[in-house]
């Protein structure tokens, strides 16, 4: 499995950060609460388990599958991924394949949709 790039994760990370302070602040003021970052595991963890990808990683047409079986990862996996997420630490130390700690936590790897079907979960 070819792991995706650096740019297109980072990217699909911005556009979810983003759309879990707008819905965070909707429970209070989003830089001073915990809100947009109980939001972001919640997305994660439905998102990514049920779908193997986020709205994020439907705008740069990426999954987040298992690994090495390419299925989808499951609610609880994927929400472990998510609470290792926001310590970010673990998402920065990363092996050679681009899996971060949490990806080797949860048994996952970020790799490209199939091209043409962006947001087509995986078999």
């Known amino acids: ?17 983003i759309l ?25 963890a439905f998102f990514i388990g049920l ?14 599958v298992a690994y090495p079986s390419g299925g989808r990862i499951g609610v609880l996996r994927a929400a472990l991924r998510a609470l290792l997420l926001c310590l970010v630490i673990p998402a920065v130390v990363m092996d050679g394949e681009r899996r971060g700690w ?3 936590a949860a048994g996952s790897i970020v790799v490209p949709a199939p091209r043409g079907t962006p947001g087509t979960p995986p078999s």
Request: some cysteine; glycine content about 8%.
């Open 1 to 17: 499995m070819e792991p995706a790039s650096l740019g297109r994760r980072f990217g699909a990370l911005l556009i979810d950060w």
């Open 20 to 44: 879990c302070v707008m819905v965070g602040s909707l429970f209070g003021d989003p830089r001073h609460s915990f809100a947009p970052l109980i939001v972001l595991v919640v997305e994660y």
């Open 102 to 104: 949490h990806d080797r």
């Open 51 to 64: 779908f193997a990808q986020t709205p994020g990683m439907y705008v740069t047409s990426l999954r987040c």
